[in-house]
Every structure is written in C-alpha cells, then in structure tokens.
C-alpha cells in the first residue's frame, strides 16, 4: 500500500513509519522539519510542510490507499490562549486539508488520530467507544477534530478515529518524562491518584492502526487503550517498583492547577476508556496489563 503519515517523524509517526516500511509499504510522511535524517528508504519519501495550512503537499494525496494522520502540537505546555489555537488548528485544521485533498471513490482508509480526552472528566465511569463527549478544552478539540475526519465518509472513505490513550514506549513519549523525577527518588502519583489512566503500549498502539489498516470492518471512533486501565497511584507505584524507586511523593493537585493552570487541570482528569470495539473485532493485546507493559520498556 501507498500510506500517507502526517507528523510521520514524531515519536509514533516515526515507529509507524518504519513498521509500514517493514512490512512493504510506500511510505510518504510530512512534517514542519525542514528536512529529515532519522530514516533512509528507498520507499519513503519525507514533505516539510505546515499541514494546517493548504498547499502543494495536498498533491501526495491523490493516489495513495491510506492515510494515517498523527499530526498535533504537542498538549505538553502552557496553555495560553495562543497555544491553545496552536493545538486546535494543528489538528483540527489539518484534518480539514486531509479530507479536501482526498479522492472520491477510491476505496481509501483514513485513521485519525483523537484521544481519550474526548470524553472529559469522568471520574469512575466505564468509557466504552458510545459514551458522549465531554465539555472541557481537550474534549471539545477532540470532538471537532473527529468531525473533520468524519466528513471524509461522504467521498467514501473508511474513517477510524483512533482515541489514543497515554503511549508507554521506550523511545520517548510519557515515560521520557516521567522517569527523572523517579529515578531521584521523587516520583509518586499525582493530586490524590485516584484519577484514572488510560494507556496503551507503543508495540500495541502500532499493532492496532494495522489492524485497523488491514480489516475493512473496523470503522468510526475506537478507543486504542490496554485492556486494563489503571489509576494513577497504581501507575506511579508499579513504576517505581520496577524502579526499585519508591514511589510516595504526590504532587498536590492544587500545586498542579496553580502551576499549569488549565493543563494542570486536565492532567489531573479521569478517563476509564476501554478498548471495548478492539476486542470486539478480534485485536489481541501483546501488553494488557501495566505491569509487563513497564517491564518490557525500563
């Protein structure tokens, strides 16, 4: 296949980008690096490009077989009003040019990245894939961004819009983050750690967009979370198991709030996502639970 990655050098995008090349596949990624040296293949070709603005990179479009998009300013940040309209339109707005650029009638298959910040904060609620949408920032931009991909089904495009937990891997992501603070002995969960987690191992995340890459079957919005969420204290204990750190230094919640203002708030914030149409289809977790998924990173 001719696959189309958008953000195809960022941690997942780069992961995914060699595993497609792997297996045979075309690969065209973009990204806002002027040029790249993180992968040479005679299949790839990589187009620097802001895709949340039109232009000629829409052209690469007109005769793949799938898009992958993973583009998004990075939420890890402060969030002013400037850099909230920054993680808005570079995903919402590429999603746009995406789906404009797209062909009709192509038997083409787009997954799209969202998160399972789509649903809010929702305390101990099971979040299956029929749950509403929830009301804060990250909810709204993910509701938006899945409406764009969607507006693809009219050209007859395959859409999935992947609700991405917390990816755990060892190349960078969360964890990248998180282990200094650990390995100085000054990890442990964060406000009170009852919020919970939901996560999903690097292998497995590039394990499902295959999945769902290969079985024409899998469409709509589905969560890509591990089988087993956990809360955050549970988290942050496991880790520092594996650490042999320990792991009893909580972060306040209203330090957290004070600090980071509205990011503050959502790091803070519960999602019990299940990846309950995942398991439906048949997609067999290689790490369902927390435990063997930190062991096989650290």
């Not at 899998?218 to 594996?242: C, E, H, Q, S």
């Amino acid at each position: 296949m001719k696959i189309f990655v958008t953000g195809g050098l960022g941690f997942v995008g780069r992961n995914l980008s060699e595993l497609l090349l792997s297996r045979g596949n075309q690969v065209i990624a973009t990204g806002t690096r002027p040029d790249q040296k993180a992968i040479h293949h005679k299949n790839f070709r990589y187009i620097s490009a802001d895709t949340s603005r039109q232009g000629p990179w829409q052209e690469s479009l007109k005769d793949v077989d799938a898009v992958v998009n993973l583009a998004g300013r990075s939420i890890f940040n402060l969030w002013t009003e400037n850099y909230k309209k920054r993680i808005y339109d570079s995903r919402v707005l590429t999603t746009r040019h995406l789906v404009e650029a797209l062909p009709r009638d192509k038997n083409i298959t787009l997954c799209s990245t969202s998160a399972a910040g789509y649903y809010g904060n929702r305390g101990d609620d099971i979040l299956t894939e029929e749950e509403p949408n929830g009301h804060d920032f990250l909810a709204k931009v993910c509701k938006d961004w899945e409406a764009e991909a969607f507006q693809a089904e009219e050209k007859g495009v395959r859409v999935v819009t992947m609700r991405f937990g917390v990816v755990l891997g060892k190349s960078g992501g969360a964890i990248r983050q998180m282990l200094p603070a650990f390995r100085f002995f000054a990890g442990g969960p964060l406000g009170n750690g009852r919020q919970w987690f939901p996560w999903i191992h690097l292998d497995d995340l590039l394990s499902a967009i295959l999945f769902a890459l290969e079985n024409q079957e899998v469409k709509g919005p589905v969560n890509f979370t591990a089988t087993y969420p956990v809360r955050n204290r549970d988290f942050a204990k496991t880790l520092g198991r594996i650490l042999k750190r320990p792991a009893f230094m909580p972060t306040p919640g209203f330090m957290i709030r004070f600090i980071l203002g509205e990011f503050g708030a959502s790091i803070l914030s519960s999602q019990r996502a299940i990846p309950e149409k995942l398991s439906g289809y048949g997609f067999d977790f290689k790490y369902p639970d927390i435990e063997k998924a930190l062991k096989s990173i650290i």
